[in-house]
């Protein structure tokens, strides 16, 4: 158990423990370097471990993630720090990179607990899953998710009725109703940011009723309910459980919007929509699915056959700006659109509905750490198109969509160039040291 102010010292820290950041990780690793992974998650694993398959592969996205989580959590080199929030990040006189981390309470002794779950079965309180897009419930204790890792449960004190249940259950004594959050340092030679993104609230777009219209949700819900581990088993609209016969996906709902602040293309939004509506199409073989787009962007490998794939399956394409959306009759989603090849305001109404958020930065790094960010409040550096890698801060490289919006290979392969960047970096560091000796 880390003591508050404790300084833990490795080669490089690594910031995010999603597939960008654990990629990192590994590859330093594998070097003999001494890495730390610091992640604000009870889980490691990040958006990838939640996805249901990969674009334009289908590969089971858990079947990718798990083996690296489990490789991070296994390798002698990889210390996980799991539910841990980054407070600063700053260079010392010495030249060291130094972090404050402050380690969140699980309410739950990390090195008793042994994941057996009986805490979790016993508690009588259930709570909305945010891992199952809030469609189902789960403990108010418990390990996150079945794959999570480490596999350590961790309490919600919000909803804790401080019955004593999960305390008397728990085998190994591990339940602490009294823990606090800890804070400590890490000192390390470098550092590789890799904090992901988050998405535009369901809330922020008027025209699509702030998140209060019945049967309208997210593509990470969308997401969910396509995984074989999902909410439901199969899919189903939230509203009322019916099996749904008419899907839309209206893209650019949080990008290309200077009303959101968002001019920018989030990138992969093109791609997964086309992604779900093939795997829905197979879940749901009568069900009429229609993507409304502005421009199709299929950027990578083979991702233009993935698009005319998804045609030839009678996708239907509909080239138009979605103006309103809005409740309609049994459940139903009244979408408004201007149609951009045949002209006109036109009306169509669907049982789902699922829209394209906009990605934006997981972290913002002002105030907290000396590394410069685009007008997009994406980090960048003084050579973004030769070294997107590279920070304007010396000994901290970033990597994944801390950089800008990108698609999982991108990710992989841009945490593999951060890590060859510091990698390169500790070796002349060390080189340094030893001629100054």
Known sequence: MMASHETLRFDALVIGGGIAGLQAALDLADQDYSVAVVEKDASIGGTMIRLSKVFP???????????????????????????????????????????????????????????????????????????????????????????????????????????????????????????????????????????????????????????????????????????????????????DGKEPDSIAFVQCAGSRDKSLGIPYCSRVCCMYAIKQAMLLSGALPLADITIYYMDIRAFGKNYEQFYQNAQAMGIRFVKAKVALIEPGEDGSVTVRYEDQMDGGVTTASHDLVVLSLGKVPGWNPAGRAPIMTGSDGFITGPEPKLAPTWTDAEGIFAAGAAVGPKDIVDSIAEASAAAMHAATYLAERKKASASAA
């Open 57 to 239: 592969t289908l590969d089971c996205a858990s079947c990718i993630t798990t083996p690296k989580m489990a490789a991070a959590a296994h390798h002698e080199k990889i210390t996980l720090l799991t539910y841990c929030e980054l407070e600063s990040l700053e260079r010392s006189g010495s030249g060291l990179i130094r972090a404050r981390v402050r380690k969140k309470p699980r309410y739950v002794d990390e090195t008793r607990c042994i994941g057996c779950r009986q805490c979790e079965y016993h508690c009588p309180v259930y709570v909305p899953d945010p891992d199952q897009g809030n469609f189902a419930a789960r403990k108010a204790i418990g390990v996150p998710f079945s794959n999570a890792v480490p596999q350590i449960a961790v309490m919600d004190p919000d909803h804790c009725l401080l019955c004593g249940t999960c305390a008397a259950v728990c085998p190994t004594d591990a339940v602490r109703y009294d823990q606090e959050a800890r804070p400590f340092l890490i000192e390390a030679s470098v550092a590789v940011v890799a904090t992901g993104f988050a998405v535009t609230p369901l809330e922020d777009k008027a025209q699509y009723g702030k998140g209060a219209v019945p049967n309208v949700i997210t593509a990470l819900q969308m997401e969910r309910l396509l995984a074989p581990h999902g909410p439901y088993n199969r899919v189903l609209r939230p509203f």
